[in-house]
């Protein structure tokens, strides 16, 4: 009954939060410049480039989700031996994830392109093996760039994320005579995951926001696509502005799926 009775107050009291006169203000200067540029902007070009800009978004998509995929994967052992492992496995990972995060990914991807990606012509068989139509193309470099980046920041992420988890809990898994693999499937992976979710989230929005930089490596994404607009068509607002709300709506739409899937685990009281 106690419950009953605070939750909504709790739920009035956040509903109340947002309509504070300083966010009101905001948010109407925000949607009279969204009108102003609707109204008195140049957008009959739209049309023309739409077929280019929705090629664009699905690629800046693929990049997003395969590096991110794929970057969980490594930072899931990049984590669990910073814990764990011996030092010869901790040094690696702990070097592996200083340098990655320590450096530019705009550097990262100009070396891996430019640099890397100049010597394999040069190595006697590449370019009549099944590798080189890969090698030869711009977005695998991205899509390890992006990897390899997000592995190492998300590395971090849980190796606190796994060091955090009780150890009482662990030891109470053993104590009912859990082998190491059940005991991290059932209970180590999802405490962890539950504490790293929200921080997963925000650090895959800014991994969205890093997508542009393959562009420079003559990926055409939909910042690559929107440069070409605004080349072409000499305007400078009106395609900044529909890239800004773009990437707005893709950002949105991952953080609110991110957020039912925190709701959706029945891992709790972390």
Known sequence: MENSLTAPSLSGTAADSWFKPHRIILLLIFAAMIIAALVFGEWDWVPRYLPRLASGVGVTLAMLFSSVIIGFMLALPLGIVQVTGPWWLKAPAATFCTIFRGTPLLLQLWLLYYGLGSLFPMIPGIRSSFLWPYLREAWPYGVFALTVSFAAYEGEVMRGA?????????????????????????????????????????????????????????????????????????????????LASVYLLLTFILVAGLRFLERRIPVKGV
Not at 170 to 180: N, P, S, T
Not at 183 to 193: G, K, L, N, Q, S
Not at 209 to 221: E, H, N
Request: overall charge positive.
């Open 162 to 242: 796994f060091a955090g988890v009780p150890s009482g809990e662990l030891q109470a898994a053993r104590a009912f005579g859990m082998g190491r693999l059940k005991m991290f499937r059932r209970i180590w992976f999802p405490r962890a995951f539950y504490r790293a979710l929200p921080t997963l989230t925000g650090e895959t929005v800014l991994h969205l926001k890093a997508t542009p930089l393959v562009a420079t490596i003559t990926v055409i994404d939909v910042y690559g696509v929107i440069t070409k607009v605004r080349q072409e068509t000499l305007l400078t607002y009106e395609p900044l502005l529909l």
